[in-house]
């Protein structure tokens, strides 16, 4: 997918006040802890988190999305009136009956003439609704649109860590499965794309390439956040970090770049242990990568907008320079995308 004249014109994030330690939840998981003699600290030594943030109990998830995107808008500069798309892309939603979608667009004020939709990939739901609306701004369709979603982590971990004490069955390779759904954290993020004449300032949107890994469709699967998720972090790291390594030539390929072409990446947040194997299989500098894993843990959908928000927010990248958005989801998905700053 190439795109000649898309921009990103603003990119945007909202986080929880809250902050709960890995080093909490470990005191939380003592009864599991004591049973199975497992030494603290051994969690963050596993994944590199050292905590993760929390929106209140009871959020709407629309409420903090309309925040996002309100945010977003504003910071372009862009009329309301020239956004034709609203995409919702997180895994978390209000309700499965109307879009949650539905509800940012009528907060944030944008058109009726409007495309307004929720999207579903995992922890690739934003990005798929960034292609999404780059497609209709590249086809002449639409002149703007915003991308946002929030994914709240709360309820997982807790009927993680409630699940964990009580079934006294577990042993210490039965846990492994468990794992990931304590690593989870919470965020929002939103991205406004636009035609490139609407924001001369802006970020051009490149365009990139995308692998299907199907096969391994099992590999992460939960029927929903507030229920406990099934995670085979294992063959996950490894199978998902192939795909990345065989997506990586295409999307090169796709955008004329070579690997030292890249100045700066920002890849899903995911832990120590993925950020390395990923970083070093595609032989990229992990000097020039930008993390968030270690303080906000992995926010799903939200994981790698919010990143991209935050570095911008920290003057991580410079004008002109290559930027790869690499990212990876259950599935298996691999979506990489190319910016130029």
């Not at 846990?175 to 919470?186: E, F, H, V």
């Not at 035609?195 to 051009?204: F, N, Q, S």
């Not at 070579?258 to 990923?278: F, N, P, Y």
Request: glycine letters at 10%; a negative charge.
């Amino acid at each position: 997918m190439l795109y000649h004249r898309v921009t990103i014109a603003a990119a945007s994030y909202v986080l929880p006040d809250e902050v709960v330690t890995t080093a909490e939840i470990e005191r939380r998981l003592a009864p599991l802890y004591d049973r199975l003699k497992l030494p603290e600290g051994r969690l963050e030594l596993m994944t590199g988190i050292r905590e993760r943030r929390f929106f209140p109990p009871g959020v709407r998830i629309s409420d903090v999305s309309i925040r996002a995107a309100r945010n977003a808008i504003d910071e372009s500069g862009l009329d309301p009136a020239l956004f034709g798309a609203l995409v919702h892309g997180s895994v978390c939603r209000d309700q499965l009956e109307p879009a949650t979608a539905c509800r940012v667009h009528h907060a944030v004020g944008l058109p009726a003439a409007c495309q307004v939709y929720d999207v579903s990939n995992a922890c690739l739901g934003i990005l798929t609704g960034a292609v999404q609306i780059a497609n209709l701004i590249e086809l002449g369709q639409i002149r703007a649109g915003v991308v946002v979603g929030t994914e709240c982590g709360r309820e997982l971990v807790e009927n993680t860590i409630a699940g964990l004490n009580a079934d006294e069955s577990l042993t210490r390779a039965s846990i492994k499965n468990s794992i990931a759904s304590l690593t989870i954290g919470s965020a929002s993020a939103a991205l406004v794309l636009c035609a490139a004449e609407l924001a001369p300032h802006g970020h051009r949107f490149l365009g990139g390439a995308c692998r299907a890994d199907s096969t391994w469709n099992e590999l992460c699967q939960s029927e929903g956040l507030a229920q406990q998720m099934q995670t085979d972090s294992e063959t996950l790291l490894r199978e998902g970090v192939q795909s990345g390594v065989q997506n990586f030539g295409a999307f090169l390929g796709e955008l004329g770049w070579s690997a030292a072409e890249i100045d700066k990446t920002v890849c899903h947040q995911v832990g120590v242990a993925h950020r390395k194997l990923m970083l070093d299989s595609l032989g990229l500098d992990p000097g020039r990568d930008f993390s968030t894993f270690e303080w906000l843990g992995n926010t799903g959908a939200a994981a790698l907008p919010a990143s991209l928000a935050i570095a911008a927010e920290r003057g991580h990248f410079a004008k002109g320079e290559c930027v790869g958005l690499l990212g990876i989801g259950s599935g298996i998905n691999c979506l990489m995308l190319g910016v130029e700053w």
